[in-house]
């Protein structure tokens, strides 16, 4: 950094490596907390206790497991992007290290939503996989997961590492309003958005509660995951240098 | 926000590759856009913008009362619609669950002749409306059903 002067406000602070390992340290313990209560309640809620389908009985339930992880496949690699990006341009150390400590998560939650529509696929369409806009652009973000993962392990340097693999994730980004919009934009076998769209969600109160506490469990999980990732990551490049 | 030189075209850089492969990518699938569709309407058949005798698939509601089964054999003959225009469709096989009238699904198989569709496959379309049987049913008592069904 530039700055011999500690910076007075807190969020410039957050670049600073040793700051962000002190602060997210104190932070873990609770988040990793909240987050097991969440995902404990909406499970047993959502599988459990929410209302059968008045169409697809209690093969709906899936849902609780499907739903979230492709909402935050995408949100992860955007976040990812968004953190390669400023790692790029404003050669923030930090954001690099977020971005790379994105990547496993967000392929895992991708590749969960892949294999539990498929599952829901086969009994509800009669088929376990159609290629269809939002199938494939899906499928698509998965590759992009494992090629980001592959160019980080590519490159032995850090930095340039870094900076390659944050041009990948910006060129891929395009990919993220394509799988949000295809079920708009073209005749898809997938269903439309059910919560994210203009008017009220289309499904009855009783199920939306769980997949919302579903949903805010998922997001936590990924923060508490990405955190983690981006710890070791301060850790090992000390170690490296 | 003030920026220093390099971070500048830094910036310019990272912006110009998000915009340039937006718009490319844009335009390709513009230029694909009906190749993308999964599925013709009854609406494009009848106009006729589906090939004979290729492989095609062709999604739609099935009209309530147009099922008809041949007493001594798997046959079905359907009538599926888009609200503007009907076209039928002869299928041999298992239909899968959600299968019913009014439902929207996804038939895969070859225009014949006389604008009948010859299905290999019947794909059950789900629409995005999750509730109990029992706010379904008073739905249905309502007389508002229609507005929750989906528009293929």
């Not at chain 1, 490596?17 to 602060?23: D, M, S």
């Not at chain 1, 969960?112 to 652009?137: E, F, H, I, N, Q």
């Not at chain 2, 895969?108 to 569709?117: K, P």
């Not at chain 2, 299905?119 to 739905?139: G, I, Q, R, T």
């Amino acid at each position: 950094m530039t700055h011999a002067v500690p910076v007075p406000h807190s969020f410039y602070r957050l670049a600073s490596p040793h700051y962000f390992y002190e602060q997210s340290g104190r932070l873990l313990p609770w988040l990793a907390a909240v987050t097991l209560v969440l995902f404990l309640t909406g499970l047993v809620w959502g599988l459990a206790f929410a209302p059968a389908d008045y169409q697809q009985g209690n093969g709906f339930r899936i849902m609780y497991v499907h739903v979230p992880a492709a909402v935050f496949s995408m949100s992860v690699y955007v976040a990812m992007a968004v953190a390669g990006g400023i790692g790029l341009i404003w050669r923030l150390k930090v954001a690099a290290m977020v971005a790379r400590s994105c990547a496993p998560i967000g392929a895992a939650f991708t590749f969960l939503a892949l294999v539990t529509g498929s599952l829901w696929g086969k009994p509800m369409w009669g088929a376990w996989w159609v290629w269809d806009a939002r199938l494939t652009s899906e499928l698509i973000l998965l590759f992009l997961y494992l090629g980001y993962m592959a160019l980080q392990e590519a490159i032995e340097e850090r930095d340039t590492a870094d900076r390659a693999s944050a041009v990948l994730a910006l060129v891929g980004l395009i990919n993220i309003p394509i799988i949000h919009y295809s079920v708009e934009w073209w005749y898809t076998l997938h269903q439309g958005a059910t919560i994210l769209k203009l008017g009220r969600p289309s499904i009855a109160p009783a199920m939306l509660w769980p997949l919302l506490v579903m949903l805010a469990a998922y997001g936590l999980l990924a923060l508490l995951v990405v955190l983690l990732r981006t710890r070791n990551e301060v850790l090992e490049r000390k170690l490296n240098i | 926000m003030k920026l220093n030189p390099v971070r500048r075209k830094r910036l310019t850089l990272a912006l110009i590759i998000v915009v340039g492969v937006g718009v490319a990518v844009g335009l390709t699938l513009y230029a694909l856009k009906q190749n993308i569709n999964l599925f013709y309407s009854p609406s494009q058949i009848v106009a006729g913008e589906a090939p004979l005798q290729r492989s095609i698939r062709v999604g739609g509601l099935v009209v309530p009362g147009s099922v008809q089964r041949e007493p001594n054999s798997l046959g079905v003959v359907f009538t599926l619609t888009d609200t503007a225009q009907q076209i039928q469709v002869r299928y041999t096989g298992i239909l899968p669950d959600l299968f019913r009238e009014g439902q929207g699904i996804i038939a895969h198989g070859r225009l014949v002749a006389g604008g009948v569709v010859q299905a290999d496959e019947v794909l059950a379309k789900h629409d995005e409306n999750y509730m109990p049987p029992e706010v379904a049913d008073s739905l249905k008592q309502a007389g508002v059903w229609r507005q929750f069904k989906q528009q293929p």
